[in-house]
């Protein structure tokens, strides 16, 4: 394995003796092109030790929420990052989790963020997308029982082996909004996971749209704000990239659906199986 660009990486350090740090940690931390460490005189004699060179930054409690947002601009430049905390593995508690959260604002293996995601689909998006290539009893790969699903998660299908299908005919969506809504299977798979979590973040209101909503990374989408009710109601303009908040949604923290419903989807379009080659 080598270090490829735009990937983040947690490095643990020794916490004891400097020689339990192991290869494939040194590795790392002298391919990458920046290592934000906790300490970054603490990293640099591990470092040193070993006759690593990195260019080193800081990355701790009182600096973070600004160094973030700039180690994520270095992420999506194409370049690698390394984080470093004094001993042991960046975890929870230590500066580096937002950084990861940040990065990785879905997480494919956290049960109950996909469980959620499953419930937040079925209630705020098979009104008018299916996700056809998953079936229903698939979802027992998230944890869930055969019971849980059909009490809670299957009001479009009697099986749980039938495909997860909108309740919604194609051809009225299509006079209703213009466009039919696709089906996530194939639409949600052509876009990458950031993309939506971007997307389901960025609706606003707009006066001059059929539905009054547009959206920062779908100029005039024809979907309206499927999660308003949770995640309340903003202005945006283009120009400066300012955002106002016109009123509160239910919802706090407001990215939780949209985090638990991008980890679903994603989690959906990677486990159903691959799509015929052309259609
Ligand atoms: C009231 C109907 C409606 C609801 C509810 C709805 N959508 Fe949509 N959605 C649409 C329509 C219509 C489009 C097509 C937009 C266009 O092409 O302008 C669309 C487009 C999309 C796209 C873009 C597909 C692409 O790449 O072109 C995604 C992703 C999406 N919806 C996700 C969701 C999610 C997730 C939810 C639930 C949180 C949801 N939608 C709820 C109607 C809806």
Redo the contacts with the bound molecule.
Sequence with gaps: MSVSPAQLFLVATPIGNLEDVTHRALRVLAEVDIVAAEDTRHTRRLLERYGVAARLVSLFEHNERARVSKLLAELKAGRSVAVVTDAGSPAVSDPGYPLVRAAAPHDPHDLISLQAGAR??VN??L???GLESMRYGKLTDLGLTEAQIKDYLMFTADKVGEPIRTVMPRKE?KSW?G????D?SL??R??SADW?YT??RTFYRDAKTVTGWNNAV?EN????H??WTLQGERAYDRESGKWTEIAKGIQSPADMTPRC?TSS?SWCTSASPPLPAAR
């Design positions: 937040t689909f705020y998006c009104g008018c997308h969506s909004f466009v039919a809504p696709p996530l639409a949600a052509a876009r939506l997307y389901l779908f989408v024809a979907m309206p499927a999660l419903a989807i």
